[in-house]
């Protein structure tokens, strides 16, 4: 049929064109490259062949004014006695061919928003433009030469060149932000009559041209004085102008780069402490409102924002939000104090709807606030600050982004928790709250950053059962994966669970809970990867991250073999052996030094947690109604193991039996044998009430709804378990308060001794040993 294309177009269209495309496009842009680097080496070579000469020469010979024979009939002298007035060039398109004498003394640079601009553009603050640097000039007619053959692209090749404007459009438009726009915008946006009122006021008083040139030094480099940051201040306030914010973001970039070692050729020069305060502050406030007036950022209830990325204004304006943002990040990276920090992220959340189309810019950007975010010795506020600027990115961004933003937050998560101690412990706590809450912006993005993640925890593991080495299980062993494996039970126990996610029915219906059942089988294999008392703590950390699952989910995790299988240790039913240790603090504790190994101390710690968990653990279903037949075989298991540790030898006399204490056996500890019997006592007293309650229901086992519905009206501090548990909370808090007031106390002590104790050091001990060194020591 007419019209109708061939089956082998059709199938080189299907296979081959992307690729053939993508080839052309590359050949296009070193063909490009080579022809502009070949016309810069011929015109190089042809300038240095007339400087060697002395000799100037203009582009094009045509007729000159008297004003400009005069002006190229002076000697050196003559120019410099006359000034620096340039004589007014009836066409304009000629200034910038005509190249001028280049003496050695007085020289002045016109061209230096290019350089801090990364090379856009070049205008002078005048009504014409002159280039008087032979580069300037050169990259223009190299920028000119390119622009040409991208418009014959669009003739020879239109399918390639309509290619170029789906997938690169900046290609064809990159030269497309010249600085000189910038202020044609801002005289556009001004009624005629204001700008006729303007112009006038300038010629009559020339104060910002006159303010600006009033300091300059012999490097060309323009001292900022308090005067012109309040007159740049005010017209941003007060009339948005994009000429001041141009003068502003440039200002702004020599302050960020004022300690920098690269040599950059910067416009201003800044010596004042005063004056670079009130640059930062007026930079971080003004910038971002001059820009909202010019190009306004549209947010939709969904969250969703809307940029003009298309208009002219946008992609005039594009090098100077480029040159702040690099500014900004490079400040980031060299603050440390706290308040400015604060400031400085702040001032970066109305930037982050104009930076989205900049993928390197935020790239840098994620890199540097997640930086700030996950080092632990940096205040709570500056860190919950870079978390709002995270999250307002992620909130604000496609999924491409969100994808990079959520594997940097982990990495940085992972990279922060890498020391542990009481004095890092709640920074890190915060880090895994606030990065939890990340995973809840898009749970589809969350589910697939996560389950790659959590694969890669489960082939560390595989690997270490499968492939047993000496230092095998050093890969599992370790806080990194210990708080890995929080940080995921934290997600799904934020994200799964109904009661914190109302628009949930039940923990199933989220994305993210297919992640659920994977992560429960890692961490129980995890915790039972090396069954030694030597690595008890590091099973009871990752029992609570199980608890916190399963009371988020209401998911039933068996984590009471786990538990009971500590109780029959020779931790627990041998003699302790007594000990002036220090009481272990299990939560910041994997393994437990040999020096507390057997002891009176460290049996009584382990009687604590195992209590605590046990009755954390029946606490999650102490409204259950299948209670009684749940808590049974572990009740029969404490009570055997009472039995056997209170054990006593019973032998015969002349009157009968005889019990007499046997040395051997038992472990001797009434404290930890009574803390046992209480909790056997309230786990039985706890399934007595659910017997009691239900015997007046009216369904079956099998009737799912009136099974999930028992008692759910009932809190859980109303029943005899329940309020059990609550009280070991409370304990367990106001233990934890004692032991932060003795931490607070040591680092008081500490800092008085700080002088004499920075000459100490541990040989051959480093990383979480020093504490057990310590307490070996003592």
Known sequence: MPGQSKKSTKKFEKNHLKDTLGKRKEVAKIKQRHQVKAKKKARSAKDDALASDGKVHVAEEQPQSKDEKKFNGMTEDQFFQEGFQLPELKNPKRAANLKLPSPSIGKRKRNSDARDLEGSGSSSEGDHQVFTDQEAASDEEGIGTHQEDLDALATKDPDFYKYLQENDAELLDFAGGDLAEVDQLSEDDTPKKKQKKSKRLRRESPEEEVQEEVVEESTGQTEVTTAMVSQWKTAMAEQHSLRAMRRVVLAFRTAAYVNADDDKELRYSISSPEVYHQLLVSALDLVPAVLNHHVPVKESTTGKVRVAVDSKKYRTLTPLLKSHSSAVIHLLENLSDAPTLNKTLNALVPLLPYLLPFKKILKSLVTTVVGIWSDTSTADTTRITAFLVIRRLAVVSDTSIRTALLKTAYQGLVKGSRVTNPHTLPAINLMKNSAAELWGVDPDVGYTTGFVYIRQLAVHLRSSITQPTKDSYKQIYNWQYVHSLDFWSRVISSHC???????LKASSDSPLHPLLYPLVQITLGALRLIPTPTY?????????????????????IPLAPSLLEVFQSAEMTKPPKPSTLKSLDFTTALRVPKAYLGTRVYQDGLGEQLVELMAEFFGIWAKH??????????VVHLKRWLKSVS????????????????????????RLASSVTLLIQKLESNARWIEE???????????????????RDTSVEDTPLGAFVEGLRRKSEEREKILEQARETERRDRAKDRDEEDGIKIDGVEGDEVEDYVDEQD
């Open 497 to 503: 669970s109904p009661t914190s996610s109302p628009s």
């Open 536 to 556: 008890y703590p590091l099973r009871f950390q990752l029992t609570r991250s199980l608890l916190r699952t399963s009371r988020a989910t209401t998911t039933y």
């Open 625 to 634: 109604i299948a209670f009684p037949e749940l808590m049974l075989p572990p």
């Open 647 to 670: 054990s006593a030898n019973k032998t015969k006399t002349p009157n009968g039996l005889k019990t007499t204490p046997d040395k051997g056996k038992g472990n001797k500890n009434s």
């Open 693 to 711: 309650k239900r015997r007046h229901v009216e369904f079956g086992p099998s009737n799912r709804e009136g099974v999930e519905g028992f008692l």
